[in-house]
């Protein structure tokens, strides 16, 4: 298998899987969503921070379940060559939505989740009211829930690397795997820190719908490469 996975593969990998616009477009909506329940600009900045961390470790813990699982079950390369295969056809598909963007077959959110997540959010505008440090902790919660709901719109790029890592060390493929999850919540951090500095949640909407299409074609041409690499490594 691989002989060796990169600093450079992890922090690509997780630069693309971290712009994807449904990460950004969920963010925005709940940052617009903060700033009107949290009266001050510190509270939302740190119900965001609260969010993004929640996000951090809900996502590594489900990284390091499918690598712990691949490695110990003895299934490492079988799952190789299936994170290589997915790698390939979400890129197809990523690339497919830069020129027809929506239609036919999309990678997004599971079916529903946008409705749960607007009701949570009212739910955290209700504990605000009676329970303010419940409010922050349905922050926490948020960030739970849309790592669960994202995962088919953003899961290929994590697969494709737990794929690599299940060909590497087990010790050495964690710290590896808590780095591409740090990458991953580095825009999200930028994020909120342009909507505390004063940048409207509708300006950053705005940003990220003019420039969804290419998003999703850098994501599309980095897992075409990625998924290519992987079964050149092998073969």
């Known amino acids: 298998m ?14 693309a899987d971290s712009i994807n616009p449904c990460v950004f ?21 740190i119900a965001g921070l609260i969010y993004v961390t929640s996000v951090y470790i809900t996502y590594f813990l489900i990284g390091m379940g ?12 079988p799952f190789y060559w299936f994170a290589a295969s997915v790698a390939i056809i979400a890129g197809l598909f990523e690339i497919k939505d830069y020129f027809w963007y929506g239609k036919g ?11 749960r997540i607007k009701k949570y959010s009212k739910a955290m505008q209700r504990m605000e009211t009676k329970h303010p440090l419940l409010g922050l902790a349905i922050a926490g919660l948020l960030g739970i829930f849309v790592v669960f709901v994202e995962l088919p719109c953003t899961g290929a790029p994590y697969l494709a690397i737990l794929g690599l890592l299940s060909a590497e060390d087990y010790s050495s493929g964690i710290p590896l795997l808590l780095l591409y999850n740090l990458v991953f919540i580095l825009p999200l951090f930028v994020i909120i820190g342009l909507v505390y500095f004063g940048h409207t949640s509708k300006t950053l909407e705005k940003w990220r719908k003019g420039h ?6 850098g994501i599309g041409l980095f897992l075409l490469a990625l998924g290519a690499y992987m079964i050149w490594s092998v073969v």
């Open 25 to 45: 477009g969920v963010l925005i909506f709940l940052l617009a969503y903060m700033t009107t329940v949290f009266k001050n600009k510190v509270k939302m900045l």
């Open 2 to 15: 691989v002989e060796q996975l990169t600093l450079g593969i992890i922090i690509a990998a997780a630069l």
């Open 212 to 217: 969804r299409g290419i998003m999703r074609l």
């Open 66 to 77: 499918i690598f712990t699982l691949a490695y110990t079950a003895g299934i490492a390369k």
């Open 105 to 115: 077959f999309s990678l997004q959110m599971i079916p529903g989740a946008a409705e």
